[in-house]
C-alpha cells in the first residue's frame, strides 16, 4: 500500500512538473488564484535583488498568478509597452548569482507628478496588474505608497477621460502594495538587514584584506571611505569587522580636538610594534558643527602631525558590485516569498506593508510609519541631535556602536597589576575549528584588558593544553592580528574532561612561569573565574560534563561561558554558530563555479556533497542559495521513489532547454549514500 502511495504520488509530482515546463509556467492555474503581479526594482541596485524577484516570481506562480516584470523602475511603469513583459519560470533560472538587477533600475522623474503616475495607472489596468511588489529604498517605497493612495482617483479619471472602459474599471477597484526594502546603506527603521547590506559589507572586507598586506609591507596607514551618506551602518560593521583604529559616522560625529586623540592613537601603536593602522571614513561623516569629514582631510591630519605614510582608498561603486553573499541570497529568497503571501492575504483597503528581516524573521510591517521613522534620523542629524539619531537607528546599532569603542577605539591599556588572590580568566577552542574563532578569542581577551583592567589565560589545544601547562598569558599584542585569521589560533581538538580524567583536570596545578607576579600563582582549576568555551558539540559536552561532576569536584564549581562555533549551525538554543555563515559562503562560491562550467558543456547534473554530520542546515541553505533542484538531508528521510522522482524532473527540466541541474547532499547519514545519475535528458 505503502508503495502504491509513494508511486502515485511521484507520477502526480512528474504529472504537474511535465505540464509546467510544456504548456509553460506562466500558464499554470491561470486564473485560479491571485490576481497578475507586477514586480519592479527601483533606485540604487544592490546584491540579492535578483533572488528577490525570483522569488516574487516563483511564489506567485505557486499561489497560481501571472507575474509580469515591469523593467527599469517606475521609467518602465510610465512607459508601458515592452517595458512591462510577463514572466516564466525559465526566465527567472540561473540569475539568484548575479549581481545587481536583470530588470533594470532608474530613477523616473515623470512618476513624482500625477501625469507620469496616471500613465503608470494606465498601463498596470491595461495587463490587469492589480498587486505591486517593489523592491527598493524608502524613496522607491515612499513613492509606491502615493501610488496606491492615489489609485482610486487616478482609475475615476482614466474611465472619464476615456482611457479605459467601463468594464476595465469595475474590475480595478484597488492597488495592494508590498515593498521590500533593497539598500546598502541598511537605513531603513523597523529591519535589521536589507537586501545587499551583508554583500556590500563582503566587498569592503575583501578590499581591507587586500590593503593590509601592502600596507603591512610598508607600515602605512590607510583612510578608506566607504559609502553611507546618511547612515554609518557599513563604517561601522567594517570597522569592528577589520579592527580598524578610528571610525567616522554621521550618527556618532567627533568631539572637537579629535585630531589629536586620532593622532595620539596611531602613535601608540607604532610603540605596540604595530605595522598597519586603518581608518574608516563614511562618505557623510562630520563633526559636531556639521562640518563635513573626508578621507583626505583625515589624511592631510596624520601626515602632517606624525609623518605616518598614509595613504586614501576610496571603494565607491564596488561596494555594490560583484556577487551577492550566501545571506543576501537567502534573505531576497526569503523576502520575495513573503511579499506575495502578504499580496495575497491582502483585502481592500488594506495599508501598504513592507516586508522586512527581524529577529531573523520575515515579518509584515506597515510601510509609511517605517518610512516616517526612517525620515526622522535624518531631520535628527540635520539639527545635529545626534543622540537621537541613534537611539531611532535602534538597539542593534547601538549595540555595534558600543563594542567597537571597547574593542577598538580605545588606547591601549597600561600594565595590568596583579595581586596574588585575583582570580583569573581562561578561554580555549573545543571541538573542530570555525571561522570567526580568533575574531571571538581577541574580543574575550580585549575586553578583560579594557573593561575588567586584566590579563586572560590563553589555553591551547584544548583541555589537553589545560593538563599539559600548555598556556600563556592573554596580553594585549598576542591577539592583535589574530581578527581575520581562519582557523584556531589557539588550537583545538575533540577531546572531552571525561574521556582526558575528572580528576586529573581538577586536581591540575599550572607550573610556576617565571617571576612575573601574574605568574607566580600556581594556579588551581577552582582559582579560574570564568572559562570561555569557543565550541563544537564536544565543546558543548565538556562544559556539561564538568557542571554535572560538580558535586564530586568542587574545583568545577566555577562560572562557565560557552559561545557556540560550529560550520553545522547544530549548537542547542542558538540560530546562528560562528564560522556556519562563513561555510555557507564557501559552498555557494563553490557552486556558483559548477554552475559556470555547465553553461559551456553537455547537459550534466552535478551532486555536491556538503558537510553537516546530522545536521541538514549547510545543505538545505546552500541549496536554497545556489538555487538547487534537490537537496537531500539527514532531517528528511527519502525514498527510492522519491529518488525516481527527483530524477524524472531532471530530465523533463533538460528536454525543456535546461543544460544543468544541482542536487545538494548532505555527508554524514552513509545509510543513505546514493549515486544519481541524470545525462542528456535519458530517463
Given at each position: 500500500m505503502a508503495n502504491n502511495k509513494s508511486s502515485r504520488r511521484m507520477l502526480q509530482r512528474r504529472e504537474t512538473l511535465k505540464n509546467m515546463i510544456e504548456v509553460g509556467e506562466k500558464e499554470w492555474d491561470r486564473g485560479k488564484g491571485m490576481s497578475n503581479i507586477g514586480v519592479l526594482t527601483s533606485g540604487g541596485d544592490s546584491q540579492g535583488m535578483n533572488a528577490a524577484v525570483r522569488a516574487v516570481v516563483r511564489m506567485g506562480f505557486y499561489c497560481g498568478a501571472s507575474v509580469y516584470f515591469i523593467h527599469e523602475g517606475y521609467q518602465g511603469l510610465v512607459d508601458g509597452g515592452d517595458q512591462i513583459k510577463e514572466a516564466s519560470w525559465s526566465k527567472v533560472s540561473n540569475i539568484m548569482q548575479m549581481g545587481g538587477t536583470v530588470i533594470g533600475s532608474a530613477r523616473c522623474k515623470d512618476f513624482r507628478e500625477r501625469q507620469g503616475r496616471l500613465k503608470g495607472a494606465a498601463n498596470l489596468i491595461k495587463h490587469q496588474i492589480f498587486n505591486l511588489v517593489i523592491i527598493g529604498g524608502d524613496g522607491s517605497l515612499t513613492g509606491a505608497n502615493t501610488f496606491r493612495e492615489e489609485w482610486p482617483g487616478l482609475t475615476k479619471e482614466l474611465k472619464e477621460t476615456g482611457v479605459i472602459t467601463a468594464e476595465q474599471y469595475d474590475k480595478c477597484g484597488h492597488l495592494n502594495v508590498v515593498g521590500i526594502v533593497g539598500s546598502i546603506d541598511n537605513d531603513f527603521c523597523g529591519s535589521d538587514m536589507d537586501i545587499g547590506v551583508d554583500s556590500a559589507l563582503h566587498r569592503i572586507m575583501e578590499c581591507i584584506d587586500a590593503i593590509t598586506t601592502t600596507a603591512i609591507s610598508h607600515q602605512r596607514t590607510f583612510v578608506l571611505e566607504v559609502m553611507g551618506r546618511h547612515c554609518g551602518y557599513l563604517a561601522l560593521v567594517s570597522a569592528i569587522a577589520s579592527a580598524a583604529d578610528w571610525l567616522f559616522i554621521p550618527e556618532d560625529p567627533p568631539e572637537d580636538g579629535w585630531e589629536d586623540r586620532l593622532c595620539e592613537k596611531l602613535q601608540s601603536a607604532r610603540k605596540y610594534a604595530r605595522r598597519l593602522c586603518i581608518i574608516i571614513v563614511a562618505e557623510g561623516a562630520t563633526d559636531r558643527h556639521g562640518k563635513a569629514i573626508s578621507a583626505e582631510h583625515v589624511k592631510n591630519v596624520i601626515a602632517e602631525r606624525t609623518n605616518q605614510d598614509t595613504r586614501v582608498t576610496i571603494l565607491g561603486h564596488v561596494q555594490r558590485g560583484g556577487n551577492p553573499s550566501a545571506f543576501d541570497r537567502l534573505l531576497g529568497c526569503r523576502l520575495g516569498a513573503e511579499a506575495v503571501m502578504t499580496l495575497k492575504d491582502a483585502k481592500i483597503g488594506s495599508p501598504a506593508c513592507v516586508v522586512v528581516l527581524s529577529g531573523n524573521m520575515a515579518v509584515r510591517l506597515p510601510l509609511m510609519s517605517c518610512v516616517e521613522k526612517t525620515r526622522q534620523v535624518g531631520v535628527a542629524l540635520s539639527e545635529k541631535r545626534f543622540e537621537d539619531a541613534l537611539a531611532l537607528r535602534g538597539k542593534s546599532f547601538s549595540n555595534n556602536l558600543d563594542i567597537y569603542n571597547k574593542i577598538n577605539h580605545r588606547m591601549p591599556p597600561h600594565a595590568a597589576s596583579k595581586k596574588a588572590?585575583?582570580?583569573?580568566?581562561?578561554?580555549?577552542?573545543?571541538?573542530?575549528?570555525?571561522?570567526?574563532?580568533?575574531?571571538?578569542?581577541?574580543?574575550?581577551?580585549?575586553?578583560?584588558?579594557?573593561?575588567?583592567?586584566?590579563?586572560?589565560?590563553?589555553?591551547?589545544?584544548?583541555?589537553?593544553?589545560?593538563?599539559?601547562?600548555?598556556?600563556?598569558?592573554?596580553?594585549?599584542?598576542?591577539?592583535?592580528?589574530?581578527?581575520?585569521?581562519?582557523?584556531?589560533?589557539?588550537?583545538?581538538?575533540?577531546?572531552?574532561?571525561?574521556?582526558?580524567?575528572?580528576?586529573?583536570?581538577?586536581?591540575?596545578?599550572?607550573?610556576?612561569?617565571?617571576?612575573?607576579?601574574?605568574?607566580?600563582?600556581?594556579?588551581?582549576?577552582?582559582?579560574?573565574?570564568?572559562?570561555?568555551?569557543?565550541?563544537?558539540?564536544?565543546?558543548?559536552?565538556?562544559?556539561?560534563?564538568?557542571?554535572?561532576?560538580?558535586?564530586?569536584?568542587?574545583?568545577?564549581?566555577?562560572?562557565?561561558?560557552?559561545?557556540?562555533?560550529?560550520?553545522?549551525?547544530?549548537?542547542?538554543?542558538?540560530?546562528?554558530?560562528?564560522?556556519?555563515?562563513?561555510?555557507?559562503?564557501?559552498?555557494?562560491?563553490?557552486?556558483?563555479?559548477?554552475?559556470?562550467?555547465?553553461?559551456?558543456?553537455?547537459?550534466?547534473?552535478?551532486?555536491?556533497?556538503?558537510?553537516?554530520?546530522?545536521?541538514?542546515?549547510?545543505?538545505?541553505?546552500?541549496?536554497?542559495?545556489?538555487?538547487?533542484?534537490?537537496?537531500?538531508?539527514?532531517?528528511?528521510?527519502?525514498?527510492?521513489?522519491?529518488?525516481?522522482?527527483?530524477?524524472?524532473?531532471?530530465?523533463?527540466?533538460?528536454?525543456?532547454?535546461?543544460?544543468?541541474?544541482?542536487?545538494?547532499r548532505l555527508v554524514g547519514d552513509r545509510k543513505h549514500t546514493f549515486l544519481l545519475h541524470c545525462d542528456g535528458g535519458t530517463k
Amino acid at each position: 500500500m505503502a508503495n502504491n502511495k509513494s508511486s502515485r504520488r511521484m507520477l502526480q509530482r512528474r504529472e504537474t512538473l511535465k505540464n509546467m515546463i510544456e504548456v509553460g509556467e506562466k500558464e499554470w492555474d491561470r486564473g485560479k488564484g491571485m490576481s497578475n503581479i507586477g514586480v519592479l526594482t527601483s533606485g540604487g541596485d544592490s546584491q540579492g535583488m535578483n533572488a528577490a524577484v525570483r522569488a516574487v516570481v516563483r511564489m506567485g506562480f505557486y499561489c497560481g498568478a501571472s507575474v509580469y516584470f515591469i523593467h527599469e523602475g517606475y521609467q518602465g511603469l510610465v512607459d508601458g509597452g515592452d517595458q512591462i513583459k510577463e514572466a516564466s519560470w525559465s526566465k527567472v533560472s540561473n540569475i539568484m548569482q548575479m549581481g545587481g538587477t536583470v530588470i533594470g533600475s532608474a530613477r523616473c522623474k515623470d512618476f513624482r507628478e500625477r501625469q507620469g503616475r496616471l500613465k503608470g495607472a494606465a498601463n498596470l489596468i491595461k495587463h490587469q496588474i492589480f498587486n505591486l511588489v517593489i523592491i527598493g529604498g524608502d524613496g522607491s517605497l515612499t513613492g509606491a505608497n502615493t501610488f496606491r493612495e492615489e489609485w482610486p482617483g487616478l482609475t475615476k479619471e482614466l474611465k472619464e477621460t476615456g482611457v479605459i472602459t467601463a468594464e476595465q474599471y469595475d474590475k480595478c477597484g484597488h492597488l495592494n502594495v508590498v515593498g521590500i526594502v533593497g539598500s546598502i546603506d541598511n537605513d531603513f527603521c523597523g529591519s535589521d538587514m536589507d537586501i545587499g547590506v551583508d554583500s556590500a559589507l563582503h566587498r569592503i572586507m575583501e578590499c581591507i584584506d587586500a590593503i593590509t598586506t601592502t600596507a603591512i609591507s610598508h607600515q602605512r596607514t590607510f583612510v578608506l571611505e566607504v559609502m553611507g551618506r546618511h547612515c554609518g551602518y557599513l563604517a561601522l560593521v567594517s570597522a569592528i569587522a577589520s579592527a580598524a583604529d578610528w571610525l567616522f559616522i554621521p550618527e556618532d560625529p567627533p568631539e572637537d580636538g579629535w585630531e589629536d586623540r586620532l593622532c595620539e592613537k596611531l602613535q601608540s601603536a607604532r610603540k605596540y610594534a604595530r605595522r598597519l593602522c586603518i581608518i574608516i571614513v563614511a562618505e557623510g561623516a562630520t563633526d559636531r558643527h556639521g562640518k563635513a569629514i573626508s578621507a583626505e582631510h583625515v589624511k592631510n591630519v596624520i601626515a602632517e602631525r606624525t609623518n605616518q605614510d598614509t595613504r586614501v582608498t576610496i571603494l565607491g561603486h564596488v561596494q555594490r558590485g560583484g556577487n551577492p553573499s550566501a545571506f543576501d541570497r537567502l534573505l531576497g529568497c526569503r523576502l520575495g516569498a513573503e511579499a506575495v503571501m502578504t499580496l495575497k492575504d491582502a483585502k481592500i483597503g488594506s495599508p501598504a506593508c513592507v516586508v522586512v528581516l527581524s529577529g531573523n524573521m520575515a515579518v509584515r510591517l506597515p510601510l509609511m510609519s517605517c518610512v516616517e521613522k526612517t525620515r526622522q534620523v535624518g531631520v535628527a542629524l540635520s539639527e545635529k541631535r545626534f543622540e537621537d539619531a541613534l537611539a531611532l537607528r535602534g538597539k542593534s546599532f547601538s549595540n555595534n556602536l558600543d563594542i567597537y569603542n571597547k574593542i577598538n577605539h580605545r588606547m591601549p591599556p597600561h600594565a595590568a597589576s596583579k595581586k596574588a588572590d585575583d582570580k583569573l580568566v581562561a578561554v580555549m577552542n573545543v571541538g573542530a575549528p570555525a571561522a570567526g574563532m580568533n575574531a571571538a578569542v581577541r574580543s574575550v581577551n580585549r575586553t578583560l584588558a579594557l573593561e575588567y583592567n586584566t590579563r586572560g589565560l590563553l589555553v591551547n589545544e584544548g583541555f589537553e593544553g589545560l593538563l599539559d601547562d600548555n598556556v600563556e598569558d592573554g596580553s594585549w599584542n598576542a591577539t592583535a592580528c589574530w581578527i581575520a585569521w581562519g582557523g584556531s589560533m589557539l588550537g583545538t581538538n575533540r577531546s572531552t574532561p571525561s574521556s582526558l580524567g575528572l580528576k586529573k583536570l581538577a586536581e591540575k596545578k599550572h607550573i610556576d612561569k617565571g617571576s612575573d607576579p601574574y605568574w607566580r600563582l600556581r594556579l588551581k582549576m577552582s582559582e579560574l573565574r570564568p572559562i570561555g568555551s569557543l565550541f563544537h558539540l564536544q565543546a558543548f559536552q565538556s562544559v556539561r560534563e564538568l557542571h554535572q561532576a560538580r558535586k564530586d569536584y568542587p574545583a568545577f564549581c566555577i562560572p562557565m561561558v560557552v559561545i557556540p562555533a560550529s560550520i553545522s549551525n547544530n549548537i542547542p538554543g542558538t540560530q546562528l554558530s560562528i564560522g556556519s555563515d562563513t561555510a555557507l559562503n564557501a559552498i555557494v562560491q563553490c557552486c556558483d563555479v559548477i554552475k559556470q562550467s555547465a553553461q559551456g558543456t553537455r547537459k550534466r547534473v552535478f551532486v555536491i556533497e556538503t558537510m553537516g554530520g546530522f545536521c541538514g542546515y549547510l545543505a538545505t541553505m546552500a541549496g536554497l542559495a545556489c538555487g538547487a533542484d534537490a537537496a537531500y538531508i539527514f532531517e528528511e528521510k527519502f525514498t527510492i521513489e522519491d529518488l525516481k522522482c527527483d530524477v524524472y524532473h531532471l530530465a523533463e527540466k533538460m528536454d525543456s532547454g535546461v543544460t544543468r541541474g544541482l542536487i545538494i547532499r548532505l555527508v554524514g547519514d552513509r545509510k543513505h549514500t546514493f549515486l544519481l545519475h541524470c545525462d542528456g535528458g535519458t530517463k
